[in-house]
C-alpha cells in the first residue's frame, strides 16, 4: 500500500473554500495534505477520520528558509485550540485540526479578508492583473489592425488573435470572479459575516477547462492541417520550454527552502539555474535555426507546392514565345486556417513606350476557407474605380475592370473558392481570359 500520492489539483488561486472542503475530504478519504508545489498537491497516509481544515493567506519570502513572524504568530496562537500548521507556501498555509468541535480558527473575517487580498496582491493577483491588461492591449491592437487591415489580419494572424481571445477570457474569467468575491466579502466583512469563495471559484473551473480544451483543439488542428507552420510550432515549443524551466526552478527554489538553505544561497542558485536554462534554450533554437533549417518552410511553401516548376499562370503560358527577354519573377504569400493571401509576378525588364505593351502579369489568389468570409474579400479587394465586366469568358461568378487608366489592366475575378486579382501589360483576348479561368477557377 503507498504511503504517498501526487494529485493534479488546479482550483482558483483564491477559491480557500473549495481547497478546505478538498483537503477535509481527503483526510476522511485517509490522506493529509504534505506539500504544495503549483498544481501538484502531495498527500501521506494517514488514520481516515474527520478533520477541520483552515486556509490562510500571509505573503512571506520566498527566499526566506524560516516562516514569518507572523506565520510564526499565528501557528503558536492555533496550537493553543488544536491548530496545527501542516503546509505553508510563499503565500498560502494550511492548518488542521482533528478535534469533533474546535474553535474557529480565525473569528475576523475583516482581517481574514485584508490580509488575503494583501498576500495576493504580492503574487497571483499582481501577475493576474499584468498578463489581463497585456491580452486586452494585444486584443485592441488587433482590432485596430483588423478594421484597418482585415485580410492581412485573417490571413497572417487568425490564430494568434483566437489564441490571445481564449486566453484573455481565461484570465478574465479567474480574475474577474475574484474581484467580484473581493467586493461583495469587504462589504460583508464589515457587518461581520464571511462569504464563500466556492460559487466564483466553480465559474472559473469550468472556464478552464473550457480553455484547455480549445488550446489543445487548436494546437492540433494547426499542425494538422498545416504542417509546414513551423512558426507556430516554434512558439509552442518556447512556452513548454518556458514552463517546464520555470517550474524547474521554482522547485528548486522550494527544495533549498525546506532544507533551511539560507536566503542569499537560495537565491543565488535558483539565479544560476533560471541563467543556465535561458543559455541552454538560446543554444538550442541557435543552432536548430542556423544548421537544421528548422523554420525554413513558410506559410507560402505549402500552397505554392502545388506549383513546383514556379507560377501557376505564365506570360509565356498567356502569350506564347517572347523571345530572349529577362523576368522579374517573384511569389510569396500568407496562410491561416481561414483565409490565404498568395502573390505572383511575372514583370518584363525590358523598358517600353507608354503606347507599347508589357510582357507583365501579375496576380494577388485571396483563397476563402471560411465561407461567410468570401463577401468581406471581395468587397475589401474591389477598387473604388470599377466597373462590372461580363464573367463569362473568365469563367468566373462575377468579373471587374479597375477603371483608374493606368497602363496595366487590372482585372477581379471571383471564382467559388477564392477572389483573383490579377494584371495585364496588354489587352488580355477571349482565349487567355479562358485560361485564367480554367488556372485559378479550380484553385484550393
Given amino acids: 500500500m503507498k504511503t504517498r500520492k501526487r494529485t493534479w489539483k488546479r482550483l482558483a488561486f483564491f477559491d480557500s473554500g473549495a481547497t478546505i472542503r ?4 481527503q483526510a476522511r478519504e485517509g490522506w493529509v495534505l504534505e506539500n504544495v508545489f503549483g498544481i501538484w498537491w502531495t498527500f501521506r497516509r494517514v488514520e481516515p477520520r474527520t478533520a477541520h481544515v483552515w486556509v ?5 519570502d520566498a527566499y526566506e528558509p524560516q516562516p514569518s513572524q507572523q506565520v510564526e504568530d499565528l501557528a503558536e496562537l492555533g496550537e493553543h485550540t488544536g491548530w496545527k500548521l501542516t503546509v505553508e507556501t510563499p503565500t498560502m498555509q494550511v492548518f488542521y485540526n482533528w478535534s469533533a468541535h474546535p474553535l474557529p480558527m480565525e473569528t475576523d473575517p475583516v482581517a481574514y479578508v485584508e490580509g488575503m487580498h494583501r498576500a495576493l496582491k ?4 499582481r501577475v493576474y492583473r499584468v498578463c489581463f491588461g497585456l491580452t486586452l492591449a494585444i486584443l485592441l491592437l488587433n482590432l485596430w489592425s483588423f478594421l484597418e487591415l482585415p485580410l492581412w489580419v485573417l490571413s497572417t494572424r487568425a490564430e494568434w488573435v ?7 477570457v481565461a484570465i478574465g474569467a479567474e480574475l474577474v470572479p475574484y474581484e467580484l468575491w473581493h467586493r461583495k466579502a469587504k462589504k460583508l466583512a464589515a457587518q461581520g459575516e464571511w462569504l464563500d469563495t466556492g460559487p466564483w471559484g466553480k465559474v472559473v473551473r469550468w472556464v478552464l477547462v473550457a480553455y484547455v480544451v480549445l488550446w489543445l483543439t487548436g494546437i492540433v488542428a494547426t499542425l494538422v492541417l498545416k504542417p509546414w507552420a513551423n512558426a507556430r510550432l516554434f512558439f509552442l515549443v518556447t512556452a513548454l520550454s518556458f514552463g517546464i524551466g520555470w517550474n524547474l526552478v521554482l522547485w528548486m527554489r522550494d527544495v533549498l527552502r525546506r532544507r533551511k538553505a539560507s536566503w542569499g544561497t537560495n537565491e543565488l542558485v535558483t539565479s544560476a539555474l533560471y541563467f543556465f536554462l ?6 538550442v533554437i541557435t543552432f536548430g535555426y542556423m544548421r537544421l533549417d528548422w523554420l525554413s518552410p513558410m506559410a507560402a511553401d505549402g500552397w505554392w507546392s502545388q506549383f513546383p516548376d514556379g507560377l501557376p499562370l505564365t506570360v509565356e503560358q498567356l502569350r506564347g514565345d517572347v523571345g530572349d527577354q529577362e523576368f522579374w519573377v517573384s511569389r510569396d504569400g500568407e496562410e491561416s486556417l481561414v483565409l490565404g493571401q498568395y502573390q505572383g509576378w511575372q514583370i518584363t525588364e525590358e523598358e517600353t513606350g507608354p503606347e507599347e505593351d508589357m510582357d507583365t502579369v501579375m496576380y494577388t489568389v485571396t483563397l476563402v476557407k471560411l465561407p461567410i468570409l468570401y463577401d468581406l474579400c471581395r468587397d ?13 469568358p473568365w469563367l468566373a461568378q462575377e468579373a471587374y475592370r479597375k477603371t483608374d487608366g493606368v497602363r496595366l489592366r487590372t482585372y477581379l475575378l471571383c471564382y467559388q473558392d477564392c477572389v483573383v486579382e490579377i494584371a495585364f501589360g496588354w489587352e488580355p483576348t477571349q482565349e487567355q481570359m479562358q485560361l485564367v479561368g480554367e488556372m485559378f477557377g479550380g484553385l484550393q
Avoid: P
Fill in 162 to 168: 483566437l489564441e490571445d481571445l481564449l486566453l484573455f
Fill in 56 to 60: 490562510t493567506y500571509l505573503d512571506q
Fill in 122 to 125: 504580492q503574487g497571483a493577483l
Fill in 380 to 392: 475589401e479587394m474591389l477598387w473604388a474605380d470599377h466597373e462590372q465586366v461580363d464573367a463569362a
Fill in 278 to 283: 535561458i543559455m541552454a534554450y538560446t543554444s
Fill in 22 to 25: 478538498y483537503l477535509e475530504k
